[in-house]
């Protein structure tokens, strides 16, 4: 198991990212504040081209922490818990973070070789 903590402005937000990267599956909680607001989980089908997600925790009405889990999981190949915790009054800054998440994902060559095992 590996942890990785970043921070980035976005906007005019100040947010964090945690990923930790487990055996098969990676969890990716990311926000302004300290809560944990919604999780969701998608993970890679052979019978769909997209991955299949859904809400664990939270609002089921707010798809996106579920939208960012699928497409992370459909990227990486792997089982994906995303928590996605920002206001929704700005779209953009989940987008921009999902975005730095998947950078800091693939940045590491030691992830990057973890991952490529773990779709063997």
């Known amino acids: 198991m590996k942890v990785h903590q970043f ?14 990267f487990m055996q098969n599956s990676l969890w990716v909680w990311m926000g302004a504040e300290g809560r944990l607001d919604a999780l969701a989980m998608a993970m890679p089908s052979r019978f769909e081209s997209t991955p299949i997600g ?18 992370l999981a459909k990227k990486t190949g792997c089982q994906c818990f995303v928590s996605c915790n920002f206001d929704s009054s700005d779209p953009l800054i989940a987008a921009a973070m999902e975005k730095k998440v998947l950078e800091e994902i693939l940045k590491d060559g030691s992830v990057a070789t973890s991952l490529a095992a773990l779709r063997v």
């Open 7 to 20: 921070q980035a402005r976005v906007g005019d937000v100040n947010a964090s990212a945690l990923i930790i």
């Open 54 to 71: 859904t809400a664990l925790v939270g609002e089921i009405s707010d798809p996106t922490s579920k939208s960012i889990a699928q497409r």
